[in-house]
């Protein structure tokens, strides 16, 4: 079993950035692909970015080359660094833990990018 938990969400005007956290607890965190997804009002939750257990990051074209996505494992700690927010990155971000058939949810954090 794993717990998310995730904090860093805000308001941000246009242009700023947020880095948002997410705390795992629960073993072999080092194997999970860990994630982070959005939902904005009245949309579906999207893939925002990703980090395997082997190193391979995957980022949704809309926030490529202004998000970028990290972990450390010895902390049990994934992070979103977003720089350059734009009013439609206003959403409840969440982070994901995955492994085979093991899927963790976090509760979420909302980032809220406006004037």
């Known amino acids: 079993q794993v717990q998310l938990v995730e904090s860093g969400g805000g308001l941000v005007q246009p242009g700023g950035s947020l880095r948002l956290s997410c705390a795992a607890s629960?073993?072999?965190?080092?194997?999970?692909?860990m994630g982070w997804y959005r939902q904005a009002p009245g949309k579906q939750r999207e893939l925002v970015a990703t980090?395997?257990?082997?190193?391979?990051?995957n980022y949704a074209d809309s926030v490529k080359g202004r998000f970028a996505i990290s972990r450390d494992n010895p902390k049990n700690m994934v992070y979103l660094q977003m720089n350059s927010l734009k009013l439609e990155d206003t959403a409840l971000y969440y982070c994901?833990?995955?492994?085979?058939?093991?899927?963790?949810w976090g509760q979420g954090t909302l980032v809220t990018v406006s004037e």
């Open positions: 629960g073993s072999a965190f080092s194997l999970y692909t």
């Open positions: 980090f395997t257990s082997s190193g391979a990051t």
């Open positions: 994901n833990a995955r492994w085979g058939l093991r899927d963790y």
